[in-house]
């Protein structure tokens, strides 16, 4: 079982940047594929970024590509998104995400999700 909360969210400017951390509790945090999606008012959950057990495989949403980079610190039991380049529609709740083998764009495949984190990019 696998307890994740993120942090680092908050009002930013278009251009800025902002690190959201996901802090996770539990057993073998390096046995899981991590992710983050995000989910603004009215639409769908989307996926943005996600990386494998030892961290040395990335994917990333064509949308955020070039400009966000996941990474993970498997000794502190934490993933990390760096956003740079923030353009107004990078604004949503960000969740992170877990699960042991998902496919790593799919939403219902994660089985432990945070309670996300507001990030709005002001224009």
């Known amino acids: 079982q696998v307890q994740l909360v993120e942090s680092g969210g908050g009002l930013v400017q278009t251009g800025g940047s902002q690190r959201l951390s996901c802090a996770a509790s539990?057993?073998?945090?390096?046995?899981?594929?991590m992710a983050w999606f995000r989910q603004a008012p009215g639409e769908e959950r989307e996926f943005v970024a996600a990386i494998g057990r030892s961290g040395s495989s990335t994917f990333y949403a064509d949308s955020v590509k070039g400009r966000f980079t996941i990474s993970r610190d498997n000794a502190k039991n934490t993933v990390f998104l760096q956003m740079n380049s923030l353009k107004p529609e990078d604004t949503a709740v960000y969740y992170c995400a877990a699960d042991i083998s998902p496919r790593v764009r799919l939403p219902q495949d994660y089985d432990y999700w945070g309670q996300g984190t507001q990030v709005t990019v002001s224009s």
């Open positions: 539990g057993r073998s945090f390096s046995s899981y594929v």
